[in-house]
């Protein structure tokens, strides 16, 4: 976006977003969510430290952002259902 | 099965974007989510270097959805106070501002200005996301790392070189003059939630420590984040607390409080103490405890 | 209106004419007077500005760095020990362009302890990204305050600026000074409107993480912009000439240069010493001159290099740089690189010694000498004990 120094904004300053950023092809392991054992607590939506688990309104059901998710697994092991798994990613 | 209806217990919105760069399991995207949920958009943020101002992302992007501006270790209670004092002549006085600084960079190297800034009476709030050690740099010790921790700069083979414990900076900033203090933990958002709108409410100079883990530096497996921040308050190494008016009140009772080797095995930064260590640090933790009850019981009379 | 005033009382009323929004504030000798003066004025209501106590000098310049982002007019004052203190953060306010205006009251730097005048406090920050202005006089700081912010806020520059006070020897003598009207300054120095600047609706980051694929043409803008700053403070200089009917010369001021057989390049009160001086050995005609070095940054290369048709040129520091000379003399005989002139180091007046008319006439004399008879040595320490009888 930017060729030269002539194209930088005047002073050092962000212009974009990190949702660009495939923060998910760091991770090893994929949190998959069974929706029978969901109980919809939000746990793993509160702790996300990755803002990949999604609820988009009150009463949905949670599901992974895996372009962001980093596979930390901090949802799996919240889950007091045991409702996430944390599955290898194919290599 | 759970038969109450689904719900929030936490505001909804957040304002900060995935994609940041924060090591997978870190405690510190999760407080600054729950810290901004609670604070909204109206907010300003300024960081030191650490963790802080990597998390943040890297050039031209950026990860948080309110302003945020950058500046040297040890500045971020002087920063704070000038980016108040041009909001206010600017007439922005709705406007939160929030330094948000590492334990080094605020019980070391931040201290002087961080005192500073309560004397000058500068309306913020302070957020200290406490990982025990610096570890953007990784992991050596600071004036908040526990006693007998590991880290590369506390050599001492079978010896324990972290003879000290962390510095008590709540109670230090609470006779320095700040007018709101709390401890919060990660692990428990909907109270940390409280906390900072409590804070928000409050005008003058505030200050928050925030119990944030660190997985790579303490060793652990990152899933381990919320769980071993749970513990730190069940076994009552990391109590949690307010100060406001004088008076220090716990904000979480603790009833059956766990042993601390329970804490204490989850991390390998503590797997060279031995039992009698062990021990050790129980009876330490049960001996601040004791103080810390003291002062919360002197408040009452 | 003209007013018997000392140059720190100059310094802080053109911080008032400038209508500073936010001023950090910490004492330090010979600057401290700054600071009262600015409490007094603000305490009056004459004033109408945020002013903030910080515990230190690293902690003035972190809050202005702040303050500024949200667009307000900073100022601050320190010296010496106060201004070492702040070298890192007065790299992070260059390098996030913030165009903080700080008069400096120059001083020496311990230890031992010494409080009195000499430059080596400002000479060591020359290399941190701040445009160095340096004044001959108390109307010269009130007028270069002004030109400073002047120069600093231009989108083009957007560079601090430090503002030199020789300590002691301006800062707390007394001398006239035509204080100007409000209006006056008002047309001649806009608001302060940056752009970008901290926005809530477009959140933005401000000084993150710049990697290695950028920070070189970050750098390059800086030295860029600092470079273009010499044509902006010729011109502040042009436009203050036309609305008070003072100029400065721009970034160096010729006295009596034109013919002359030997030029000495200083900086600052001394300046006044050796105009005097020029002015006497012209009446028993001799050709000498004086280059006032006003702006050391950004480097008036092109006009210390015009000084090579002016025989012998000498410089006089009022610091050193052990282990090389005066940080003016290597700069400038860099600048005459390729010449065949003549050019020689004077170091004195360190420490609060006095510069002299004697002092100023012995190092005229010598340059004349020289000019005839060859260098004789590179560096001279005017004034200094060695038992030779000559000053």
Known sequence: ?91 | MNRRKPRFTIPHEDLMHPGHSACPGCGEPIAMRLVLKALGPRTVMNVPAGCCAVIPGVWPRYSLRVPLIDHAFECTGATSSGIRAALDAKGMDDVTVVGWAGDGGTVDIGLQSLSGAIDRGTDFLYVMYDNEAYMNTGSQCSGSTPWGAWTTTTPGGKEIARRTGKKRILEMLAENGIVYGATVNIAFPEDLVERVRTAKAIRGPKFLHVFSPCPSGWKMDPSKTIEAASLATRTGMFPLYEYRDGQYRFTKEIKNRKPVEEYLRLQRRFRHLSPAQVAEVQELVDKELEELRARVEAGRK | MIDAITANQAAALAAKLARIEVAAVYPITPQTTISEKLAEMVSSGEMDARFMLVESEHSAMSALIGASYVGARTFTATSSHGLALMHEVLMWASGVRRPIVMPVAARAIGGPWNIWGEHMDVIAERDVGWMQFYCENNQEVLDTVLMAYKVAEDPSVMLPAMVVIDGFILTHTVDAVDVPEQGQVDGYLPAFRPDPVLNMDEPRRFGGLVMPDWWTEFRYRIAADMEGAKIRIREADREFGRIFGRSYGGLVENYRTEDADAVLVVAGSAAGTAKEVVDRLRGEGLKVGVARLRVFRPFPSEEIAELSSRGVVGVFDRSYTFGDGGAMFNEVRSAMHGSDNIVKNYVGGLGGRDVTAAHMEWIFRNMLDIADNGLDRKIEWVGLRDGSGRW
């Open chain 1, 1 to 91: 976006m930017y060729e030269t120094y002539r194209d930088l904004p005047p002073i050092q300053v962000t212009t974009e977003t990190t949702v660009d950023m495939p923060t998910g092809t760091w991770r090893t392991f994929r949190p998959v969510i069974s929706a029978e054992r969901c109980t919809r607590c939000y746990s793993c939506w509160k702790f996300c430290p990755d803002l990949s688990i999604v609820v988009q309104q009150e009463g949905d059901y949670p599901y992974v952002d895996l372009f962001h998710c980093k596979g930390c697994g901090i949802c799996a092991n919240e889950c007091r259902r045991g409702a996430i798994t944390m599955e290898r990613e194919p290599l």
